[in-house]
């Protein structure tokens, strides 16, 4: 492999330091920027408890109801977003679309039963959920 030229290498070194201080900063607890500034920002928006482990299998917060959430986020540049995988275990599937200024520009609340997968097993946020789960 060539070596990365000089303007590549400061921009990585420039995304390593900036997932660094949003890292002490508790905005995020892994390198994934966008899912964690999601589960940060649904926590404070819903009122939500993180999960006590990072990669705690099937929810991502709980409510003061005990229902839990599973929290997904895309931020979207100039391409759609695409689906994701997993099976939602959660009470909920929160999930955020924040545009290029990290603003939310779709967040649903979606019951366990209602949401649906593909025949890969990839949930599909399709325009019937949009429509009916959206809490903007």
Not at 25 to 48: D, M, P, Q, R
Not at 106 to 126: E, F, H, Q, W, Y
């Amino acid at each position: 492999m060539e070596e990365l030229d000089e303007e590549t290498m400061k921009l990585l070194l420039e995304y390593s330091r900036i997932i660094e201080e949003l890292y002490k900063k508790g905005v995020t607890n892994s390198s994934n920027i966008v899912g964690g500034f999601g589960e940060y920002w649904a926590c404070k928006h819903f009122n939500l408890t993180p999960a006590e482990k990072q990669n705690n299998k099937g929810y991502d917060a709980i409510d003061s109801e005990g229902k839990t959430y599973q929290i997904r986020a895309r931020k979207t540049f100039k391409r759609k977003p695409k689906n994701f995988s997993g099976k939602l275990i959660a009470n909920y599937l929160i999930y955020i679309e924040f545009n290029e200024n990290w603003e939310p520009v779709i967040l649903l609340k979606i019951p366990n039963a209602d949401v649906k997968t593909n025949v890969c097993g990839r949930i599909v946020i399709s325009k019937e959920l949009k429509k009916k789960f959206n809490v903007m």
